[in-house]
């Protein structure tokens, strides 16, 4: 069985960050590890406070897994500052793992920011260039680039800023832009654009981390970066379709529908 690590906070509500991962990576087929870099105290309405791992645990528990259990993809997701940064790229360094997929995750969907504002710098310059794949959303890309996006031109420069950053891929997110959902895929050759009909819900709680664990798990099953993100993209849009209310606020995505209706080989199919 193929194995996928992810490093990232903890959701308590269940929706987003480990937890979002864990399931993404078990609907997939794959088996699923995590390294916990913050736990943070948030539902689908807002983010009551985020506490922070020490950098030595976070580098224990990368230990742990590494030195037992070699992960055939790597997600990482929140990373709220320059020490659990640091961290984690030492300890990349140190294992070079392969399919590694960075989700710049800065703010959370009630608006809360979950990256310090003075780690961005230190995030583009220490973990950009370890990214397989990167795969911001628009505001994240803004951040990031500088460059305000407002059409499919405008990401497609934005992500081959990003890529002569050091990524050596980049999918950027269009969910922010009006019309359909489209995102871009650019591997440093060409574009690749994917394009789905947009689900009119409020239940989007865990999207990103959702897609960039699909994309992991596909990448460790041996697919090629376009069909990755082709195949995420048809798991993530399937999770929203089929979105849960619960809670006040922004709902979880359902990542267990198509297992609850076809079984454990339905994302064969996929």
């Known amino acids: 069985m193929k194995k996928v690590l992810t490093i990232a906070g903890s959701d308590c509500s269940g929706g987003a960050g480990v937890q979002a991962d864990l399931k993404t990576f078990a609907a997939n087929g794959v088996y699923g590890m995590s390294v916990i870099v913050s736990v943070v105290a948030e539902n689908t309405c807002r983010v009551i406070d985020i506490q922070d791992i020490t950098p030595d645990m976070i580098k224990k528990q990368m230990d742990a897994v590494f030195e037992d259990i070699i992960p055939d993809a790597v997600k990482i997701g929140m990373l709220s500052g320059k020490e659990c940064m640091e961290a984690v790229a030492e300890k990349l360094?140190?294992?070079k793992p392969v399919n590694v997929v960075i989700d710049p995750v800065m703010i959370a969907k009630g608006g809360h920011a979950l990256m310090k504002e003075d780690s961005l710098e230190f995030f583009i310059k220490r973990l950009i260039p370890l990214a397989g794949i990167l795969t911001p959303n628009i505001p994240e890309a803004e951040a990031i680039t500088g460059i305000e996006i407002t059409t499919v031109e405008d990401m497609k420069k934005a992500a081959l800023r990003i890529y002569e950053m050091g990524a050596d891929s980049v999918l950027l997110k269009g969910g922010h832009l009006d019309g359909d959902a489209l995102d871009i895929l650019f591997d440093g050759k060409e574009f690749y654009i994917y394009s789905t009909k947009r689900i009119q819900t409020k239940n989007t709680h865990g999207t990103g981390c959702t897609l960039s664990s699909a994309i992991?798990?596909?990448?460790?099953?041996?697919l090629s970066f376009p069909a990755a993100v082709e195949k995420a993209k048809a798991f993530v849009t399937m999770a929203i379709e089929h979105s849960l209310e619960?809670?006040?606020?922004?709902?979880?995505?359902?990542?267990?529908?198509?297992?609850?209706?076809?079984g454990l080989d339905y994302w064969r199919l996929l």
């Open 246 to 262: 619960i809670g006040k606020g922004h709902g979880p995505t359902n990542h267990l529908y198509g297992v609850y209706k076809n």
């Open 93 to 95: 360094e140190k294992y």
């Open 216 to 222: 992991a798990s596909n990448l460790a099953l041996g």
